[in-house]
């Protein structure tokens, strides 16, 4: 149980802090991070407890660049540019749990159309 347990406190902490990074970068737009378990396949609505590690399934980001949860997306619905902001939204959002020393970015503005760059 203590593996579940942790595996939920850091995703909260990952989770609080990509919607808090996802406003910085897109300041009418927000962002949020799902926990997506075993229950959610099995047409149970996610409700209940989980009970071990395998359980998890992954995680799911829906995101509105305009600021509505009418228009929140999945991410196979974004553009290339949207794609590139909700990763760095990610990385930067991991990055505050758990700082790396050094990060290298290769032409992390190439899917950004010219007047977002």
Not at 26 to 31: E, K, L, R, T
Not at 50 to 55: A, G, K
Not at 82 to 105: E, G, H, M, N, T
């Amino acid at each position: 149980m203590r593996i579940v347990e942790a595996i939920q406190f850091t995703f909260r902490q990952v989770a609080n802090n990509f919607t808090k990074v996802f406003k910085k970068l897109v300041p009418h737009g927000s962002g949020h991070l799902v926990l997506r378990t075993s229950k959610d396949h099995n047409g149970d609505n996610g409700e209940g407890e989980v009970s071990t590690s395998d359980d998890f399934t992954g995680i799911g980001i829906r995101v509105s660049f305009t600021g509505g949860d009418a228009e929140m997306r999945e991410m196979n619905q974004l553009s290339g540019g949207q794609k590139s902001l909700v990763a760095l939204a990610l990385i930067f959002a991991i990055q505050k749990c758990d700082p790396a020393p050094f990060y290298l970015f290769d032409e992390i503005d190439q899917a950004l159309d010219a007047q977002h760059r």
